[in-house]
Protein backbone atom coordinates (compact mmCIF):
# COMPACT_ATOMS: atom_id res chain seq x y z
CA UNK A 1 0.00 0.00 0.00
CA UNK A 2 1.09 3.38 -1.07
CA UNK A 3 2.57 6.05 1.68
CA UNK A 4 0.24 9.05 1.62
CA UNK A 5 1.01 12.68 3.11
CA UNK A 6 -0.91 14.14 5.86
CA UNK A 7 -2.34 16.52 3.15
CA UNK A 8 -2.94 13.05 1.13
CA UNK A 9 -4.82 11.29 3.96
CA UNK A 10 -7.14 14.65 4.81
CA UNK A 11 -8.61 15.33 0.79
CA UNK A 12 -9.34 11.72 0.79
CA UNK A 13 -10.67 11.77 4.35
CA UNK A 14 -13.07 14.91 3.21
CA UNK A 15 -14.33 12.55 0.07
CA UNK A 16 -15.14 9.87 2.81
CA UNK A 17 -17.74 12.35 4.52
CA UNK A 18 -21.03 13.87 3.18
CA UNK A 19 -20.00 17.12 2.46
CA UNK A 20 -20.62 19.11 -0.52
CA UNK A 21 -17.67 20.87 -2.66
CA UNK A 22 -18.29 24.34 -0.98
CA UNK A 23 -17.86 22.93 2.66
CA UNK A 24 -14.87 20.89 1.88
CA UNK A 25 -12.93 24.12 0.23
CA UNK A 26 -14.37 26.02 3.44
CA UNK A 27 -12.73 23.63 5.68
CA UNK A 28 -9.83 23.49 3.80
CA UNK A 29 -9.22 27.32 3.51
CA UNK A 30 -9.68 27.26 7.47
CA UNK A 31 -7.67 24.67 8.36
CA UNK A 32 -4.75 24.90 6.58
CA UNK A 33 -1.82 23.01 8.43
CA UNK A 34 -1.59 19.37 6.57
CA UNK A 35 -3.30 16.80 8.73
CA UNK A 36 -5.11 19.82 10.96
CA UNK A 37 -8.81 18.68 10.18
CA UNK A 38 -7.84 14.87 11.01
CA UNK A 39 -6.48 16.24 14.28
CA UNK A 40 -9.52 18.73 15.12
CA UNK A 41 -11.86 15.66 13.84
CA UNK A 42 -10.23 13.34 16.32
CA UNK A 43 -9.75 15.04 19.70
CA UNK A 44 -13.09 17.01 18.86
CA UNK A 45 -13.17 20.75 17.73
CA UNK A 46 -15.84 23.72 18.80
CA UNK A 47 -15.10 25.20 15.71
CA UNK A 48 -15.53 22.53 13.24
CA UNK A 49 -18.66 21.48 14.89
CA UNK A 50 -20.08 25.26 13.83
CA UNK A 51 -18.66 25.08 10.50
CA UNK A 52 -20.61 21.47 9.48
CA UNK A 53 -23.27 21.58 12.31
CA UNK A 54 -23.85 18.79 14.52
CA UNK A 55 -24.84 15.64 12.05
CA UNK A 56 -22.24 15.92 9.47
CA UNK A 57 -19.81 16.77 12.63
CA UNK A 58 -21.06 13.40 14.17
CA UNK A 59 -20.60 11.88 10.77
CA UNK A 60 -17.20 13.17 10.49
CA UNK A 61 -16.04 11.59 13.80
CA UNK A 62 -17.84 8.33 13.06
CA UNK A 63 -15.53 7.96 10.03
CA UNK A 64 -12.11 9.52 11.40
CA UNK A 65 -10.23 6.25 12.35
CA UNK A 66 -7.61 4.26 10.96
CA UNK A 67 -10.03 1.08 10.38
CA UNK A 68 -12.25 3.01 8.34
CA UNK A 69 -10.03 4.70 6.17
CA UNK A 70 -7.55 2.35 5.16
CA UNK A 71 -10.15 -0.24 4.35
CA UNK A 72 -11.24 2.62 1.79
CA UNK A 73 -7.52 3.34 0.51
CA UNK A 74 -7.77 -1.00 -0.07
CA UNK A 75 -10.56 -1.13 -1.93
CA UNK A 76 -9.69 1.57 -3.81
CA UNK A 77 -6.41 -0.50 -5.15
CA UNK A 78 -8.08 -3.72 -5.05
CA UNK A 79 -11.00 -1.84 -7.87
CA UNK A 80 -7.51 -1.03 -9.80
CA UNK A 81 -8.40 2.90 -8.79
CA UNK A 82 -5.49 5.33 -8.55
CA UNK A 83 -5.80 8.77 -7.11
CA UNK A 84 -3.84 12.66 -7.69
CA UNK A 85 -4.23 15.10 -5.22
CA UNK A 86 -4.22 18.66 -4.94
CA UNK A 87 -0.66 19.88 -4.22
CA UNK A 88 0.91 16.49 -5.76
CA UNK A 89 3.68 16.79 -7.69
CA UNK A 90 1.75 15.65 -10.64
CA UNK A 91 -1.83 16.83 -10.33
CA UNK A 92 -2.52 18.34 -13.92
CA UNK A 93 -1.46 21.92 -13.23
CA UNK A 94 -4.40 22.75 -16.39
CA UNK A 95 -6.95 22.42 -13.36
CA UNK A 96 -5.03 24.88 -11.89
CA UNK A 97 -6.67 27.59 -13.55
CA UNK A 98 -10.12 26.68 -12.13
CA UNK A 99 -11.08 28.70 -9.22
CA UNK A 100 -12.33 25.53 -7.48
CA UNK A 101 -9.83 22.65 -8.50
CA UNK A 102 -10.69 19.36 -7.48
CA UNK A 103 -8.56 18.44 -3.98
CA UNK A 104 -9.18 14.89 -5.61
CA UNK A 105 -8.89 13.47 -8.97
CA UNK A 106 -9.53 9.23 -9.24
CA UNK A 107 -8.03 7.86 -12.23
CA UNK A 108 -8.58 4.15 -13.78
CA UNK A 109 -6.59 3.35 -16.71
CA UNK A 110 -3.34 4.50 -18.28
CA UNK A 111 -3.05 7.85 -15.72
CA UNK A 112 -0.10 8.98 -18.48
CA UNK A 113 -2.58 10.27 -20.12
CA UNK A 114 -2.76 13.07 -18.27
CA UNK A 115 0.34 14.46 -19.18
CA UNK A 116 -0.59 14.16 -23.16
CA UNK A 117 -1.82 17.02 -25.20
CA UNK A 118 -5.36 17.24 -24.79
CA UNK A 119 -8.35 18.43 -26.64
CA UNK A 120 -12.19 17.96 -25.44
CA UNK A 121 -14.68 17.31 -28.06
CA UNK A 122 -18.50 18.09 -26.75
CA UNK A 123 -21.67 18.01 -28.09
CA UNK A 124 -25.62 16.60 -27.54
CA UNK A 125 -26.83 13.65 -26.50
CA UNK A 126 -28.95 13.14 -29.37
CA UNK A 127 -27.29 13.03 -33.03
CA UNK A 128 -27.84 11.60 -36.17
CA UNK A 129 -25.94 8.17 -37.56
CA UNK A 130 -24.66 10.62 -39.68
CA UNK A 131 -23.67 13.17 -36.99
CA UNK A 132 -22.11 10.04 -35.04
CA UNK A 133 -19.73 9.30 -37.55
CA UNK A 134 -18.77 12.81 -38.67
CA UNK A 135 -18.00 13.34 -34.92
CA UNK A 136 -15.52 10.20 -34.74
CA UNK A 137 -13.87 11.22 -37.96
CA UNK A 138 -13.32 14.80 -35.62
CA UNK A 139 -12.00 13.08 -32.98
CA UNK A 140 -9.84 10.52 -34.85
CA UNK A 141 -8.33 13.43 -37.02
CA UNK A 142 -7.07 15.00 -33.61
CA UNK A 143 -6.10 11.68 -32.82
CA UNK A 144 -3.78 11.02 -35.76
CA UNK A 145 -2.42 14.52 -34.89
CA UNK A 146 -1.41 13.48 -31.34
CA UNK A 147 -4.00 14.69 -29.16
CA UNK A 148 -5.62 12.79 -26.40
CA UNK A 149 -9.68 13.07 -27.31
CA UNK A 150 -11.51 14.43 -23.87
CA UNK A 151 -14.97 13.90 -23.51
CA UNK A 152 -17.85 13.13 -20.68
CA UNK A 153 -18.98 9.36 -21.55
CA UNK A 154 -22.42 11.25 -22.20
CA UNK A 155 -24.47 9.56 -25.15
CA UNK A 156 -24.73 10.83 -28.26
CA UNK A 157 -21.39 13.47 -29.26
CA UNK A 158 -19.41 12.12 -26.17
CA UNK A 159 -19.54 8.63 -27.33
CA UNK A 160 -19.02 9.29 -30.76
CA UNK A 161 -15.41 11.55 -29.58
CA UNK A 162 -14.33 8.51 -27.44
CA UNK A 163 -15.01 6.03 -29.93
CA UNK A 164 -13.44 7.77 -32.56
CA UNK A 165 -10.46 8.35 -30.76
CA UNK A 166 -10.22 4.74 -29.70
CA UNK A 167 -10.75 2.74 -33.52
CA UNK A 168 -8.22 5.39 -34.67
CA UNK A 169 -5.48 3.95 -32.30
CA UNK A 170 -5.68 7.09 -30.20
CA UNK A 171 -5.68 7.93 -26.60
CA UNK A 172 -8.84 9.51 -24.58
CA UNK A 173 -9.89 10.24 -21.18
CA UNK A 174 -13.17 10.34 -19.84
CA UNK A 175 -14.47 12.44 -17.09
CA UNK A 176 -17.31 11.05 -15.33
CA UNK A 177 -19.71 12.39 -12.68
CA UNK A 178 -20.47 9.19 -11.21
CA UNK A 179 -17.83 7.32 -9.56
CA UNK A 180 -16.21 4.41 -11.23
CA UNK A 181 -18.58 1.23 -9.34
CA UNK A 182 -21.50 2.46 -11.76
CA UNK A 183 -21.53 3.39 -15.06
CA UNK A 184 -23.72 5.67 -16.42
CA UNK A 185 -25.37 5.88 -18.97
CA UNK A 186 -25.94 2.71 -19.26
CA UNK A 187 -25.99 2.10 -23.03
CA UNK A 188 -21.87 3.26 -22.37
CA UNK A 189 -21.14 0.18 -20.61
CA UNK A 190 -18.90 -1.32 -23.37
CA UNK A 191 -16.79 1.92 -23.91
CA UNK A 192 -16.72 2.65 -20.26
CA UNK A 193 -14.62 -0.50 -19.54
CA UNK A 194 -13.14 -0.29 -23.37
CA UNK A 195 -11.73 3.86 -21.74
CA UNK A 196 -10.61 2.01 -18.54
CA UNK A 197 -8.72 -0.60 -21.00
CA UNK A 198 -7.18 1.44 -23.29
CA UNK A 199 -7.68 5.38 -21.99
CA UNK A 200 -8.38 6.80 -18.38
CA UNK A 201 -11.24 7.33 -16.73
CA UNK A 202 -11.47 10.41 -14.19
CA UNK A 203 -14.08 11.86 -11.64
CA UNK A 204 -13.60 13.90 -8.44
CA UNK A 205 -15.99 11.55 -6.99
CA UNK A 206 -15.04 8.55 -4.81
CA UNK A 207 -15.65 5.18 -6.42
CA UNK A 208 -18.78 4.53 -4.73
CA UNK A 209 -20.30 7.98 -5.36
CA UNK A 210 -23.84 8.56 -6.97
CA UNK A 211 -24.20 11.89 -8.73
CA UNK A 212 -27.05 14.00 -8.64
CA UNK A 213 -27.78 16.77 -11.70
CA UNK A 214 -25.07 19.43 -10.81
CA UNK A 215 -22.42 17.07 -10.57
CA UNK A 216 -22.72 16.87 -14.23
CA UNK A 217 -22.08 20.67 -14.95
CA UNK A 218 -19.41 20.15 -12.26
CA UNK A 219 -17.84 17.85 -14.60
CA UNK A 220 -18.17 20.03 -17.53
CA UNK A 221 -15.35 22.19 -15.96
CA UNK A 222 -12.64 19.25 -15.48
CA UNK A 223 -13.49 18.37 -19.11
CA UNK A 224 -12.70 22.08 -20.19
CA UNK A 225 -9.85 23.20 -17.98
CA UNK A 226 -8.15 19.76 -18.64
CA UNK A 227 -7.66 20.66 -22.44
CA UNK A 228 -5.66 23.67 -24.69
CA UNK A 229 -9.14 24.04 -26.35
CA UNK A 230 -13.29 22.73 -26.93
CA UNK A 231 -14.64 21.55 -29.92
CA UNK A 232 -18.09 22.04 -29.76
CA UNK A 233 -19.83 19.57 -32.41
CA UNK A 234 -23.68 20.00 -31.18
CA UNK A 235 -25.55 22.16 -28.58
CA UNK A 236 -28.76 23.27 -28.04
CA UNK A 237 -29.10 26.78 -26.22
CA UNK A 238 -29.27 25.73 -22.95
CA UNK A 239 -27.09 22.50 -23.11
CA UNK A 240 -24.68 21.43 -20.67
CA UNK A 241 -22.24 21.33 -23.72
CA UNK A 242 -22.69 25.45 -23.46
CA UNK A 243 -21.75 25.37 -19.96
CA UNK A 244 -18.84 23.62 -20.98
CA UNK A 245 -17.92 26.16 -23.55
CA UNK A 246 -18.21 29.02 -20.70
CA UNK A 247 -16.04 27.06 -18.51
CA UNK A 248 -13.23 26.60 -21.38
CA UNK A 249 -13.49 30.38 -21.97
CA UNK A 250 -13.39 31.47 -18.10
CA UNK A 251 -10.39 28.86 -18.24
CA UNK A 252 -8.58 31.18 -21.40
CA UNK A 253 -9.00 28.32 -23.22
CA UNK A 254 -10.05 28.18 -26.98
CA UNK A 255 -13.09 27.18 -28.09
CA UNK A 256 -14.38 25.84 -31.74
CA UNK A 257 -17.31 25.06 -32.93
CA UNK A 258 -17.52 22.18 -35.75
CA UNK A 259 -19.85 22.91 -38.67
Known sequence: MRTLTPRQKTLLFLDLCPL???QKRKLMSVFR??????????????????????NLYTEMQRRCN?????????RYEQEGVDFVCLGDADYPPALLSLPDPPPVL????????LGLPKI????????????????????????????????????????AAHAGALEAGGRTLAVTA????????K?????????????????????DFRPKGFH?????????????????????????TLSTARFALDCKRQVFARS
Open 20 to 22: SPA
Open 33 to 54: EPGEILQKTAAGSPRLLALVGQ
Open 66 to 74: AAFFWAAVR
Open 106 to 113: YLAGDRAL
Open 120 to 159: SVVGSRKCSLTDYRRIKETAAALSERGFCVVSGLAEGCDA
Open 178 to 185: NGFESVYP
Open 187 to 207: SNADLFRRIRGEGLLVCENPP
Open 216 to 240: FVLRNRIVAALSRAVVVVMAGAKSG
